[in-house]
């Protein structure tokens, strides 16, 4: 069965963040993974971490501004300073709570642009190269335009390609089956080509986000293929609760 980690940002929201660590472990996680640490002093997250035992899975390195809008910056040519700016900080935080994935977002912008397709292979090889220096995965997420319209990166198959052609060895696709179904469907025949170069995997019911028991998506089929595929990595649990957090937990204790 895959190692769950569950996403702070979206989960156990009943508690304030770093609380939400405890929570996690007393509800039997052994990882997590959230959005963005940037809030919380570094060496706090590293304490909450320890003192629970548990294990970070990944985190998304810094999207520019994200209250104003911005979803990344790695397509953005014009913000090249700000992006290796924000991998430092990224990279600060990964040494003091020991991640070893990091996730890199591409931002808004036309896929199709030529100017937007030079800045992006830039800065991934760029942010490739300083996560390499420390022993940490880049990876790299399409995600569906309903979620997220405008999003440089929405394609699995692109995605992928884009990955292979690169060469880079810590470069990897973080496979959210929750997009992937949004974007494409065949889920399972994804995984199964996809997964030699997937660094993470997530998870969520499709269509409404929520906990992956119900809905269009047979995910005890999938945990079990993971398994069959040899997937040795985390499965994030990316979804928003129904309820109570703990509530909707049984599909996650059985």
């Known amino acids: 069965m895959p190692v769950f980690a569950a996403n702070l940002t979206m989960m156990f929201n009943e508690w304030s963040f770093l609380d939400r660590f405890d929570a996690a472990a007393d509800a039997g996680f052994s990882a997590v993974e959230y959005l963005f640490p940037y809030d919380e002093k570094p060496e706090a997250v590293a304490d909450r971490l320890t003192r629970n035992g548990l294990t970070q899975a990944m985190f998304n390195l ?81 995600i569906n335009p309903r979620n997220m319209p405008g999003y440089f990166l929405n394609n699995v198959d692109g995605a992928a390609e884009f990955i292979a052609n690169l060469g880079l060895s810590n470069v990897k696709l973080q496979f959210d089956i929750y997009h992937c179904q949004i974007i494409h469907g065949d889920v399972s025949s994804r995984l199964r080509k996809f997964i030699p170069m997937t660094g993470h995997v997530q998870i969520a019911s499709v269509p409404s986000r929520h906990e992956p028991d119900d809905e269009e998506l047979n995910y005890p089929y999938l945990f079990t293929l993971l398994d069959e595929l040899d997937y040795q990595g985390f499965v994030g649990c990316e979804y928003i609760p129904r309820g109570h957090t703990l509530d909707g937990l049984g599909w996650f204790r059985s």
């Open 62 to 142: 810094p999207p520019g501004d994200w209250q104003a809008g911005e979803r990344g910056l790695a397509a953005l040519g014009s913000r090249f300073d700000d992006l290796t700016a924000s991998i430092a900080k990224g990279l600060d935080y990964a040494e003091a709570v020991g991640a070893k994935r990091l996730h890199l977002m591409a931002g808004l912008a036309d896929p199709r642009d030529p100017a937007a397709k030079e800045a992006y292979h830039r800065s991934v090889v760029y942010a490739a190269e300083k996560l390499s220096e420390r022993g940490i995965s880049l990876l790299l997420e399409p």
